[in-house]
């Protein structure tokens, strides 16, 4: 596994301004696997520089050459499908199997998706006496995190390139492997010179100096809300576009003519994946109170079978680590009642979880507010359909969510209703044309599909 000493900036690999590097540490283990450099605002201003004098040609180019070139991009990483996923697991920790179905998978389905859409999207229509065009908003700061980084990568990038912008990416520095290895695909896949740029650093300095710099029309950020709010704030400022794609604490919610297995059994494997670190994950169970034991007991039941170093990887990190143990003690002091796993450390090495279940949560608690990012499921009680209502509505965020019903139509009447950017009604399978964001504090436009193309483009009307 190879590690690049330098930035890829205006189609070559650079030498950064300083000297300074981060140790990439594989979390299975705790051994340092690479290092990459910590990128400065110098070395941000020449992305976007180089982003910037690209911008142009690519934004003339047709939208048929463009969607060839994504087309193109498409097959290089699915040529690389299993480098990509075992870079994936040394960085991230992921299991292989989920690293090379999801990992690896995913982006190569979502660039597919946007190659057809470039190639079909009407970036112009006719309303009365005008024709609306709709052009590329100019140079993007994609800001991406670590838990799916190729998948954030592809999601931010394959759009903005769809749309006739021009990218600077700096990725999350605990998963950079993964994002060069990106890098070196673009370049495969024939884009031209400066159409994409990556920096690797620390979000501090490369990630606020990419989100501040004047030159940058659009900021696309994953991550935490307390980061997104920060981000907003330097982009209204400078009156900046941005889309954010923050926090959630979704509820799976399990009503009363619902199949109780398969909604609970399907649940724990929603939250146990990624070892949790996923903003979408149905951390909020929400069951009746006549079959509220039976659903703790087929949880407790299903959450044995994730055994910590085969079914469920380690988190990113050791602060990552501490901050979901910090939750389960917070949880047994609020009186959450511990159905499985728990505080303690389930290796001697590496910075696993125990997958772990809590029952008798109430929404107050802060195990059923707060996003965790680990293996932590909570199951929370309600007495009928208007108080499941409630709970899941009932926190800050509004990202996604599921409804279980005895038939989908009644499922669809209850997620209608759901303060929620995205709902799978009865175990829905994945469509990378559906638009995902969220709600309230869950973030601020959507990503995939058209509707994420659109976050890319900008109106303009002419009127004859």
Same mark, same amino acid.
């Given at each position: ?21 981060? =140790?990439?540490?594989?979390? =299975? ?37 463009? =969607?060839?070139?994504?087309?193109? /991009? ?21 299991? /292989? ?29 006719? /309303? ?116 954010? !794609? ?63 170093? !085969? ?22 002091? !609020? ?32 195990? =059923? ?83 994420? /193309? ?11």
């Amino acid at each position: 596994m190879k590690a690049h000493d330098g930035m890829y900036i205006g189609g070559e690999w650079r030498p950064a301004v300083g000297q300074d590097t981060i =140790a990439v540490v594989n979390p =299975a283990d705790e051994k340092v696997i690479g290092h990459v450099p910590a990128g400065t605002a110098e070395d941000v201003d020449a992305a976007v520089r180089a982003a910037r004098a690209a911008f142009p040609g690519w934004a003339a180019t047709p939208p048929a050459e463009r =969607a060839a070139r994504i087309t193109a /991009l498409r097959d290089v990483l699915a040529a690389r499908k299993e480098e990509i996923a075992e870079t994936v697991t040394a960085e991230l920790g992921s299991p /292989l199997p989920l690293s090379q179905a999801v990992h690896a998978g995913v982006p190569v389905l979502v660039a597919g998706s946007y190659a057809e859409l470039a190639a079909s999207y009407s970036f112009e229509e006719k /309303l009365g006496n005008s024709t609306v065009l709709l052009e590329p908003v100019g140079v993007v700061g994609a800001i991406t995190p670590w838990n799916y980084p190729l998948h954030q990568i592809v999601a931010k990038v394959a759009p903005a390139l769809a749309a006739g912008c021009t990218v600077v990416l700096k990725p999350a520095e605990d998963t950079p492997l993964t994002a060069q290895l990106f890098a070196e695909a673009t370049e495969e896949a024939g884009l031209p010179a400066g159409v994409f740029n990556l920096v690797t650093g620390v979000g501090a300095v490369a990630g606020q100096a990419l989100a501040e710099h004047d030159d940058v029309d659009l900021v696309s950020f994953t991550g935490s809300t307390a980061v997104g709010r920060q981000i907003g704030a330097t982009a209204g400022a400078a009156v900046k576009r941005v889309a954010l !794609e923050l926090g959630g604490k979704s509820a799976n919610v399990i009503l009363p003519g619902a199949d109780l297995a398969k909604a609970v059994n399907v649940g724990v494997a929603n939250v146990m994946s990624n070892s949790g670190q996923t903003c979408s994950a149905w951390t909020r169970m929400l069951v009746d109170a006549e079959r509220y034991e039976e659903a703790v007991s087929l949880a407790a039941t299903a959450v044995a079978k994730y055994v910590p170093g !085969e079914r469920v990887g380690p988190v990113v990190n050791a602060k990552q680590q501490a901050r979901v143990r910090g939750y389960i003690e917070k949880g047994i002091e !609020e009186g959450a009642r511990l159905v499985a796993g728990g505080p303690e450390a389930p290796k001697d090495q590496g910075y696993y979880v125990s997958p772990t279940v809590f029952a008798d949560v109430t929404p107050g608690m802060t195990i =059923a507010q707060e996003e965790i990012f680990g293996p932590v499921l909570s199951i929370l009680r309600y007495e009928d359909v208007d108080d499941a209502l409630r709970i899941a509505n009932d926190t800050v965020y509004g990202l996604a969510g599921a409804v279980w019903g005895a038939d989908d139509a009644e499922a669809v009447a209850f997620a209608r209703r759901m303060d929620t950017g995205q709902v799978d009604i009865n175990g829905g399978r994945f469509n990378p044309l559906a638009p995902f964001g969220g709600y309230k504090q869950s973030g601020v436009g959507r990503e995939l599909g058209p509707h994420g /193309l659109s976050e890319y483009l900008q109106t303009k009307s002419l009127q004859f």
